[in-house]
């Protein structure tokens, strides 16, 4: 059975950081892509960013181009997402997922084969 966990969400200022985790079971890791997705309250679930295993590639949103990194610990089965100049637009709910398909020009797929439950991020101003 397939299983991602997120962890590492809080409360932050404004311009401040924080870094998520998600681990992954029950997936080859080390050949498929994992994404970060985010739903803030009232609005649908974007993409955040993706990173294919395999070769490394990755994709972000414009929105946090330039403030988050994504990166993958083959041996842990681990993505991580470090957030660093975080702004209240910022605050969702984080989730990973396993998408169907991701290129570097689109991003990922928002059909997936698995979900995490999410992580909370809020930023106050």
């Known amino acids: 059975e397939v299983q991602l966990a997120e962890s590492g969400g809080g409360l932050v200022h404004a311009g401040g950081s924080l870094k998520l985790s998600c681990r992954v079971s029950?997936?080859?890791?080390?050949?498929?892509?994992i994404a970060w997705f985010r739903q803030a309250p009232g609005k649908g679930r974007e993409g955040v960013a993706c990173?294919?295993?395999?070769?490394?590639?990755?994709w972000y949103t414009d929105s946090v181009k330039g403030r988050f990194t994504i990166s993958s610990d083959n041996t842990k089965r681990t993505v991580y997402l470090q957030m660093n100049s975080l702004k209240p637009e910022d605050t969702a709910i984080y989730y990973c997922?396993?998408?169907?398909?991701?290129?570097?020009?689109?991003?990922?797929?928002?059909?997936?084969?698995?979900w995490g439950h999410g992580t909370q991020v809020t930023v106050s101003s």
């Open positions: 029950g997936f080859r890791f080390e050949l498929g892509a």
């Open positions: 997922s396993i998408p169907q398909w991701f290129t570097t020009l689109v991003g990922p797929s928002t059909e997936a084969e698995s």
């Open positions: 990173i294919s295993n395999s070769d490394g590639d990755t």
